[in-house]
């Protein structure tokens, strides 16, 4: 049975044979930033199903590609879609993109994601800058027997996401007079949306905004000595004493609104990286 190392190699052997210059960059478009590719120089895009080992994602709104090419001259790659546990993939193969991107030859990881925001003062299509994390999600990628070929046995997360690039953000989203916050982003396992008690509970822990994604791939990228930026589109809000059912619906349509904003913030942090 291969071993995780053994797999990502032969995603790179693969990859090699199709791309023709190294990424440095590297982007994980969540909901909300399917469009946003159409801003990279697109040098080729390769379907998830014909990279090896590479999961198949499931989730309707995600288009399920690498995008390779550049933006403002520099080397990047892009995952048009993600993996989640709920999909019912181990966090292995959430993660496995990210070892992917790392032996590519990137060091500099975007993550976006749609959220709950928990936080009253946050509106709808805010963009939260995320400064922490809280893992919920009952499990964690790094189990089992670490390979130091990948990372060490103990990662430091004292600063998962990078904080130059985050004051990078914010100085950025002030200039393009994008409204921002900065705060703490909790990942829970899903599908399910959480009930009035457990977003009360997960404000007391702290949590600024909730979903279903980002955690594992930033676990990940830190294990593999990666910085990582973290940027959350609040798509519905998570208020207990307001609750409103979920309409999937508007959550998209905000979630449009947030990733137009990503769309003209993200390729500005490009620049300065």
């Known amino acids: 049975m291969q071993g995780l190392v053994e797999q990502v190699n032969d995603a790179i052997d693969f990859l090699n044979t199709r791309i023709s210059q190294k990424p440095r960059i590297g982007l994980i478009l969540g909901t909300g930033l399917g469009d946003f590719t159409k801003q990279i120089e697109q040098d080729v895009t390769i379907p998830y199903e014909e990279i090896p080992h590479f999961p198949r994602s499931t989730v309707e709104s995600h288009a399920g590609q690498l995008v390779f090419g550049s933006l403002d001259g520099k080397p990047l790659v892009a995952m048009e879609g993600r993996f989640h546990f709920y999909e019912g993939y181990s966090m292995k193969e959430v993660t496995f993109p990210v070892r992917v991107m790392q032996a590519l030859g990137v060091d500099t990881l975007i993550v976006t994601n749609a959220s709950g925001g928990m936080n009253p003062q946050y509106r709808l299509a805010d963009i939260m800058i995320i400064e922490d994390q809280i893992n919920l999600m009952g499990d964690n990628p790094l189990r089992g ?4 070929r990948l990372g060490i046995r103990f990662p430091d997360m004292s600063a998962p996401y990078d904080q130059e690039l985050i004051k990078v953000a914010e100085q950025t989203a002030l200039e393009l007079q994008i409204r921002t916050q900065t705060g703490v982003f909790v990942a829970v396992a899903g599908p399910n949306l959480e009930t009035r008690a457990e977003y009360r509970m997960l404000r007391l822990m702290g949590a600024d905004c909730v ?7 930033c676990i990940v990228a830190n ?7 973290g940027l959350s589109v609040v798509t519905d809000l998570c208020l207990p004493d307001a609750l409103e059912p979920v309409d999937i619906s508007k959550i998209l349509s905000v979630a449009a609104e947030g990733g137009a904003k990503l769309a003209r913030l993200i390729p500005r942090i490009i620049e300065q990286i």
């Not at 027997?145 to 130091?148: L, R």
């Not at 294990?223 to 930026?229: C, D, K």
């Open 145 to 148: 027997v670490n390979d130091d």
């Open 211 to 217: 979903g279903m994604s980002t955690v594992p791939e």
């Open 223 to 229: 294990h593999a000595s990666m910085r990582v930026l």
